[in-house]
Structure formats: C-alpha cells, structure tokens
C-alpha cells in the first residue's frame, strides 16, 4: 500500500472503523513502516474526528415545543371548518392559560358563541364542525393536564375585581 | 439519540398530544443540535426545530415501521437544516448566535460524554465553532452526522439520499479543511 491509498483510508474508512478487517490490517502494517503517515493519522485524529466527538447535544429553548404545539393544533382544523370557529379557540385557549375566574365569562361567552356559529351551518358541516370542536377541547385539556408543568398559582385570585366577583 | 420505542409512535399515530411530546422529549435535542450545528444559526436552529416536528407530525400516521424512527428523524431534520443553509447565507451572525447559544446553554450540554469541565467545554465550543463553519453545508452535515451523532456511512448515505462513496468524499474534504485549518492556525 502507498501513502496516497493510506491516507486516502486515514480520512475516511480506517478511522470511521468502516473498512474490512483485512484492510484495516494493510493500513495497520503501513503504519507500522511509514512515520509520516503516523503523524498524519494523529493529525486527522486530533482535528478532524476525536476532537468532535464530545460535542455533545444541546436542548431547544422551552418556547419551540410551545410553537411546534400550538402549530399541529391550527393544522387540525378540517377543511369544512370555517376559519373563525379556531380564532374563538385560540381566544378559549388564551383564557385557560390565563386561568383567572373573570375569564370564565369570557369563556363560558365564546363557547356559546361557537355552538351559535356552527348551528347556522349546513348539516353536513355541522357534523364536522362538532368533531372538530370535541378534537379541539380534548386537545386543549390535555394542553392544560398537569404534565405540562404548570403550577396552579395562576389559578389564584389575583385581582380586586376577581376577588370581588368570586 | 436512542429510537423510539414502537408503542408510543403508535400511540402519537393515534392522536396522543401527551404520546408527541414524549416522542419530541426524547428526540429535540438531536434535531435542534443537528440544526444548530449544520445552519450555525440560533433562529434557524429553532425553526428547523419547529418545521422538522411538524412535517413528523403530519407524517407520522404513514410511517409504517420499515426505517427507524431514528433514521427517519434524521433524514428530516438534515435536509431542512441544509434547505434553511441555501435559503439563508448569513455565516457571519450565525456564528455570533452560535457562541451564544453555546455559552448560554453549556450547562445543559449532554455530559455523558467525557467534557468534565468549563475550560474543557470553552476548548470543544472553540473548535467546534471554527472548524464547523468553514466547510460547506453538505460536508458539514456528514461531519456531524459521523462524529457527533456516530452515524455509519450507511445511515449518512440514507440519511442524506446520497451514496456511500459520495459521503466518503464529502467525509475526505472536510476532514481535509479541518486538518489545514488547524494547520494554518498553528496548533
Ligand atoms: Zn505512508
């Protein structure tokens, strides 16, 4: 074996372990013999593998499962749904979040409001509509189910007029 | 990144948001470090992130268990982050957002790996940053995938939709640009 097909092995199958036994072994034997192919190998080593191979990974900030969540959430919206039925979720879902009793009226206002809004469609989008408003509520529930790491502190009155109306 | 277990894709398959956030636990790490080092970007890094788990997501109820879960992850997170790369070439910002976001983050660095100590990390991230961001997207990508992920050239290979001998050669430049760049700063 040459230096050219050595190092040429060096860079690529010899140090990723991918080459047959018997070829390892003919790199092996030229090492033995070829001093500057020794420290080439130390050098593809040091710079150009080893060193990487503690890098690591590194999480994603918290706020991207918030976004990619919030995202599948809109893509589940059947086509036979008006856009507007997921504008009012989106308004529900703030005031859940949110979780201060004076939302509720909020609340309890844009429910009935969407139930409003799909009784006036036609009956077959009536019934998609109904799937996708239970889908919508279950998805939302499962947003606020206590794996999501959310304390109930939020639920605390915090105002003079929550506590005033509670 | 180890694979996901079978049942809970089928579970997330079947509409569980709790399943998908499970899957994403286990897997995000992977996608965002890949994205992070491959468009050297901390934003990009995030929307490929988000893009990459939501193309699993609208996907995931044709996945039939014929690749792993692993190997497709990869396939996806890899050629959004090198779509991200040719829509957006701003190598300069995109190394400061890398320091960034190294530092700032280096305590959540996975240390079952042998980095032991803050200097130890400094030294990493520095050669990291230098070395990585020279090379061209495509031999940066196989960099990643073969050394910090421990992909086989044959994972890369699908990985990437590419042949093995093109991951050979993509492999040999970079290395190449590595060692000579080393070189060039003395050490
Ligand atoms: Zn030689």
Not at chain 1, 27 to 54: G, I, P, T, W, Y
Not at chain 2, 64 to 84: D, Q
Request: contains cysteine; charged residues 30%; negative net charge.
């Amino acid at each position: 074996m040459d230096c050219k097909k050595a190092q040429d092995l060096i860079l690529t199958d010899y140090i990723d372990q991918e080459a047959s036994f018997s070829v390892q072994e003919s790199v092996r034997a030229h090492l033995a013999s070829c001093e500057k192919c020794r420290a080439f190998e130390q050098e593809v080593r040091a710079h150009a593998s080893e060193d990487l191979r503690n890098a690591g990974h590194i999480e994603p900030p918290a706020e991207v499962w918030n976004r990619i969540r919030d995202a599948i959430g809109q893509e589940q919206r059947p086509s036979g749904v008006p856009a507007y039925v997921d504008h009012m979720f989106d308004f529900l879902r703030e005031s859940f979040f949110a979780r201060r009793p004076a939302y509720a009226f909020a609340t309890a206002f844009t429910v009935m409001l969407a139930a409003i809004a799909v009784w006036g469609l036609p009956m077959r989008r009536q019934m998609l509509a109904r799937d996708y408003l239970v889908q919508k509520t279950s998805f939302m529930i499962a947003l606020n189910s206590p794996a999501n790491g959310e304390t109930d502190a939020a639920a605390d009155f915090n105002t003079a007029i929550e506590e005033y109306l509670f | 990144m180890e694979d996901i277990p079978r049942d809970l894709i089928e579970q997330a398959q079947a509409g569980d948001i709790g399943a998908f956030e499970r899957i994403y636990k286990a897997a995000s790490a992977m996608v965002y470090s890949v994205a992070l080092r491959v468009t050297n970007s901390r934003p990009d890094a995030e929307e490929v992130t988000q893009d990459v788990f939501i193309k699993i997501h609208r996907s995931l109820k044709d996945f039939e268990f014929r690749s792993s879960f692993k190997t497709w992850a990869y396939r996806i997170t890899v050629n959004t982050a090198l779509n991200a790369c040719r829509k957006i070439s701003r190598q300069e910002t995109g190394r400061q957002d890398f320091d960034t976001v190294i530092d700032s983050q280096a305590a959540s660095v996975d240390t079952r790996g042998q980095i032991g100590h803050a200097e130890e990390l400094d030294r990493a991230k520095a050669e990291l940053d230098l070395r990585l961001a020279r090379l061209n997207p495509d031999q940066r990508a196989c960099i990643i995938l073969r050394e910090i992920e421990g992909l086989k050239y044959e994972e890369i290979a699908k990985a990437l939709g590419i042949n093995i001998n093109t991951v050979r050669s993509r492999l040999k430049r970079a290395r190449l640009a590595m060692i000579e760049d080393a070189g060039s700063r003395g050490d």
